[in-house]
Each structure stands twice: as C-alpha cells, then as structure tokens.
C-alpha cells in the first residue's frame, strides 16, 4: 500500500522508494495507491 502524496527526508526518489518493496517483489500481484495519503518512512534502504 502507498499514498500519491509519499514523500521522506531519508530520500530523494519520492513514491518509487516507498513502493520498492512491492516493484522487487518476484510474487507481488496488487498495489494500492491511495489519492492524497502519505507515509513518513517505508521503503528499501540500501
């Protein structure tokens, strides 16, 4: 799950490191985005 609105201070690459975990995942099947929702952390560090 992710906001359109995800943004960190831990990184420059906006939404694409908030949904890392799900574009990396060899499984992964759904991803909801959420219109106006925001995160503080999340990500793949490293």
């Known amino acids: 799950m992710a906001g359109d ?7 420059t ?3 694409a490191w908030f949904t890392d975990a799900f574009t990396l995942s060899p499984r992964a ?3 909801l985005t959420l219109s106006g929702a925001e ?3 999340g990500g793949i560090t490293g």
């Open 13 to 15: 690459r906006g939404l």
């Open 39 to 41: 995160h503080m952390l």
């Open 29 to 31: 099947e759904w991803l």
């Open 5 to 11: 609105a995800d943004d960190s201070p831990l990184t």
